[in-house]
DNA sequence: CATTTCACG
DNA sequence: GACGTACGTGAAATGA
């Protein structure tokens, strides 16, 4: 890598690999400089309003403290300067008075803390500098080049994007808020250019903050295009007559003095004459009087517990090497951050997350752990594996947290960085490999703690721990689940991802995966992962596990919640388990003949549809194929969409294909094809799993905004079935040797539900009766006396039943119908004429709606609606649309989830050794032995049907077979 | 990485 | 009468 201050002319090519400096072993001469001025405003507003006793604001001053702290700590950093700006004007100024003219003055919170701030660094004996004339950046980029010189690596404690320019070449930048290292590979994501680079780029693209010109018209995107064709800015400057695009040309062309300005602007200065001498960049052992003293004087309460913990530990301040080790049962190290301060503080965001988490290696240490949890009765868990696919993965370690900051992480499957493993005796392990200890030992150790009922067992979607810790004899309870929790409280408003609810909850953004494992080919699996950093990662999903489930669970109660959580929800979460673990037979021929066939019918269509156009093209491609029927050949139909392109969709061709366009016709031949090839028969083989056989599809819990499930990787909800040829695919799936596959599925249950929801008395009466509901609707609609029904006119008496599920409305109905909007209107108010209480369950439920932000469904789940006060008319009836829909599909799906709870008992009861191999929302496909087919079957359809009792029978039909074809 | 299309209930 | 339409999902392919 160049040194990063040249500006050589090699293109700009993606690092080769980024130096890591703020990387776990460091020598000891490393140089931390921290851009001060930059973390004020960014702790600022990143922590919520806090004041002391007196007043003062100080959340400037926590946040600043922490970090410091944090850097001071974990970074055994020992040569460190804080670098803040000085007054306003600066060298750049000389040459371009502008220069950051339009930056507001900061906040009245903020002035006073500037002062706090400088006070901080003396207490913790750091040394700060600062510099008239001259940016803090500038500081930093002449201590930095100083630093390089001696050959001593360089951190830069900033996210300022000023600063970027300086990585490279054993110069890193570490974002200590979100805990991230900033190399030569994140400035490539962030500028598309290498650091060296990066001022050409902005002396472009520009900066409004700072007032930096740039070229107009121009953004980062552009400018990194530019730089990467042309190599620097003088290159592309006396080139810019080259550029094709006219309007960018000229920008370039007028505007090339502003961009030599801007870069010079943006160039950082690193030959200041510096008022401290790199040598005395040194932390100072502080007077610890002192620093508590001025802790209290802004009543830091959980900062001085920390600080204090630490003298007494080793007699030295601030090293991570000798944090205090949480104990736990006592519970004294243990406080979290508490908070200390005047009630205007943010309880929710006191989280800083820092805890000193422990890596646990030894049986002594395990043991403390287990005790404390014992101690504490309830304790969360977390898995890492090294992959996310639960049924086989290879469980890489555990963590825990007892208390909220007090936390463990126990490795017990680590390999070493060149792949040495680490089990057995300690005493066998090679000295490069991670010291941990032996995954049985570890597993025989917790295992009755991790089923004792008195201890509450805390995780974010527990389903995969469950699985992790099955696969390992395992049978985790009593449990609660944070993810659920959260559904259901808040299904609809957001999320459920344990870094979403962080960020919502605690205030924080923990560590990220990726930001662990890295991202795309330099991605590693979790056992590759150093120990310390799997550690912070591990022990802190644990700990802000915990903090989640004390900020969700308490609410249950008052919000009603409880019921549906305890009775659903969670019940569900180990049933869904074993169906995932269980996966389901596919027989790889049969995909793999379908795929041959249908391999050979998409060639010979290709070539049908080539030779009718007249060229070839890409008949995959929309866009190509819209110019191609459209344009060229002038079909009627028009453009659509704010893209701008032609509408190729299948209720666009099917009319052209109908006229007789026989092109039409087989492109959607070839359409169908090509997706029965690519989503199922090819990309299903791929799916079984090795081991197994099997496939396992994994069922989210949490992902639907109506209590439904949803499937994926792969999904197998939406297997084909409507078409004949589709079809075929579900001959593939099939039950073991000696079974058979039993598909049981609820009769019309959502159209059940309307009638019991909206209390429809001739419709329940029509259910109750069994009569054919569509030929009965019909004739109460058309008037059709029911021996006189035709199948029309009963296919247009279902598609408003459906309608009615849908949130109806003319247009809707009558493309559906081919019919105009007006008379399908009419069709609805005949309906609701009809059937006059469906009217006011409409308006019922759209009211209550506008008036809580949600509906409920029978059992009492909540579905929170977005935009119910909309003005815009379209958004607010897309809201009322799923105001009605929801509780209707969120009630049948509490109802199969109640059948799906009380089936593996009933079978268990009844001595029956079917299993539950998946859930297809109104449909329930299991594997039985064909001797007890029968008897399962009825044992199935009537738990289904007793799932909830209501005015309207609920009625399940089954079928069996050896595929689940001929099952359904 | 967003858009389009289409598979299911 | 506005505004753009049925509700809920996930996956593959294209192309910027």
New binding site residues.
């Given amino acids: 890598m160049t040194d990063a201050s040249q500006t050589d002319a090699s293109p700009a090519a993606p690092p080769a690999a980024s130096v890591e400096p703020a990387a776990a072993a460091k020598p000891a001469d490393a140089l931390y400089l921290v851009d001060g001025s930059g973390f004020i405003f960014r702790a600022f507003h990143a922590i919520p309003p806090l004041t002391r006793s007196d007043g003062t604001p100080v959340n400037a001053v926590m946040g600043f403290t922490n970090m410091l702290m944090k850097l001071l700590a974990d970074h055994h950093a020992e040569a460190v300067a804080v670098i803040f700006d000085s007054k306003r004007l600066t060298f750049r100024n000389d040459f371009y008075p502008d220069y950051k003219a339009h930056r507001p003055e900061p906040p009245e919170e903020l002035k006073p803390q500037f002062g706090i701030i400088r006070e901080a660094v003396e207490a913790f004996c750091v040394p700060s500098i600062e510099l008239e004339g001259f940016e803090a950046d500038d500081l930093i980029a002449t201590y930095a080049r100083l630093a390089r010189e001696q050959g001593r690596p360089v951190t830069i404690v900033s996210s300022d994007k000023d600063l970027m320019q300086l990585v490279g070449d054993g110069v890193g930048m570490l974002d200590p808020m979100k805990n991230k290292t900033i190399g030569v590979e994140e400035v490539f994501e962030k500028f598309g250019v290498t650091p060296d680079k990066v001022v050409d780029v902005q002396a472009l693209a520009g900066d409004p903050i700072d007032n930096v010109p740039g070229v107009p018209g121009i953004g980062v995107k552009t400018a990194a295009q530019l730089i990467g064709e042309y190599g620097d800015l003088e290159a592309l400057l006396e080139r810019a007559g080259e550029i094709k695009q006219p309007k960018r040309r000229q920008a370039l062309i007028d505007n090339a003095e502003l961009a030599r300005v801007s870069k010079r602007l943006v160039k950082l200065d690193d030959h200041v004459e510096v008022p401290t001498p790199l040598e005395d960049l040194k932390v100072r052992e502080p007077d610890h009087e002192k620093l508590l003293g001025f802790l209290r004087q802004q009543g830091f309460r959980s900062i001085i517990t920390r600080v204090e913990n630490e003298i007494r530990a080793d007699g030295r301040l601030v090293d991570g090497a000798s944090a205090p080790q949480p104990t736990a049962s006592t519970g004294e190290a243990a406080t979290g951050e508490a908070p200390a301060l005047s009630p205007t503080a943010n309880p929710r965001a006191q989280f800083d997350g820092k805890g000193s988490y422990e890596l646990v290696q030894t049986a002594e240490a395990l043991d403390r752990w287990i005790a404390a949890a014992y101690e504490a009765g309830t304790l969360a868990v977390d898995t890492e594996t090294d992959s996310l696919t639960a049924c086989s993965c290879k469980l890489v370690g555990i963590s825990m947290a007892v208390e909220q900051g007090a936390a463990c992480y126990i490795p017990v499957g680590h390999v070493g960085p060149d792949g040495a493993k680490a089990e057995g005796s300690l005493d066998l392990v090679p000295s490069d490999a991670p010291k941990q200890l032996p995954v049985d030992e570890v597993v025989a150790k917790l295992k009755p703690l991790l089923e004792d009922p008195t201890v509450l067992k805390i995780g974010h979607n527990l389903k995969f721990d469950i699985q992790v810790f099955g696969s390992h004899g395992i049978r985790l309870a009593p449990i609660d689940d944070t993810m659920l929790l959260s559904y259901v409280l808040e299904t609809g408003l957001h999320g459920h991802g344990m870094d979403e609810l962080a960020k919502l909850h605690c205030g924080y953004t923990p560590i990220t995966y990726d930001q662990v494992t890295g991202t795309g080919k330099s991605r590693v699996t979790f056992d590759r992962v150093a120990l310390d950093k799997a550690t912070e990662y591990a022990a802190e999903d644990a700990d802000v596990t915990l903090r989640l489930h004390h900020a969700l669970k308490p609410r249950l109660v008052p919000e009603r919640m409880i019921t549906l959580y305890e009775t659903i929800e969670r019940p569900l979460i180990p049933v869904v388990a074993d169906m995932e673990a269980e996966g389901i037979l596919v027989d790889r021929a049969v995909l793999s003949d379908l795929s041959r066939d249908l391999g050979a019918r998409l060639a010979e269509l290709e070539t049908e549809v080539h030779r009718l156009a007249g060229h070839p093209f ?1 008949v ?5 194929l ?1 110019e191609v029927l459209f344009a060229e050949m002038g079909l009627a139909g028009g453009k659509k ?1 704010k ?1 701008g ?1 032609y ?5 666009t ?1 099917e009319p052209l294909a109908e006229q007789g366009h026989d092109i039409v016709q087989k492109v ?1 031949d070839w ?2 094809l090509a ?2 090839k ?2 199922y028969t ?2 299903l083989q791929q799916q079984i799993d090795q081991k197994t056989g099997r496939v396992h599809t994994s069922f ?1 819990l949490a ?4 209590g ?1 499930l ?6 197998l ?7 004949e040829e ?1 079809r075929k695919i579900r001959r593939a799936f099939i039950a073991k040797p000696g079974h058979v596959l039993l598909s049981v ?1 609820y009769s019309q249950i959502e159209l059940r539900l309307v009638a019991e929801m909206a209390g429809i008395e001739a419709l329940k009466l029509a259910f109750r009766e069994g009569i054919d509901i569509h030929a009965m609707t019909a004739s109460q609609v058309f008037g059709v006396p029911l021996d006189q029904m035709t199948g029309e006119i009963r296919r247009k008496a279902k ?2 039943n ?2 009615i599920i ?4 003319g ?3 009558g ?2 119908l081919g019919i105009s ?1 007006g008379e399908a209107n009419a069709f609805i108010k005949t309906y609701l004429e009809r059937f006059s209480e469906l009217a006011a369950f409409m308006d019922r439920t759209k009211e209550f709606c506008r008036r809580n932000g949600y509906v409920t469904t029978l059992f009492g789940r909540r579905c929170h609606i977005q935009g119910i006060a909309e003005k ?3 958004r607010r ?2 809201a009322e ?2 105001a009605i ?2 509780p209707i ?1 969120g009630t049948a799906a509490d109802i199969i989830k109640r059948a799906m709870i009380r089936i593996p008992p009933a079978l268990a009861d009844a001595g029956l050794k079917g299993r539950m191999l998946l859930q ?4 329930l496909v299991l594997e039985v032995p064909e001797a007890e087919a029968a008897k399962t079957a009825d044992l199935v359809r009537q738990t289904m049907e007793a799932a909830a009792s209501l005015g309207v029978p609920l009625v399940a039909e089954a079928g069996t077979g050896h595929s689940w074809a001929e099952a359904h």
């Avoid at 995959?620 to 190509?624: E, F, N, V």
């Avoid at 992902?703 to 109506?706: L, N």
């Avoid at 909800?717 to 078409?723: A, G, K, L, V």
């Avoid at 849908?806 to 409305?809: D, L, M, N």
């Fill in positions: 890409n995959g491609s929309p866009k190509q819209g969409g893209t392109a509408s190729t969709d299948s209720a061709l959607l359409r169908q997706k029965l690519s989503t090819d990309s989210a992902i639907t905004g109506t439904r949803s499937s994926t990787d792969p999904n909800q939406n297997i084909p079935i409507r078409t589709g599925d598609a408003i459906f309608g849908y949130g109806i409305s247009f809707g109905l493309r559906q909007a815009n008319p379209a009836q897309f649309r799923q829909n929801a599909q297809v929302h109104d449909e």
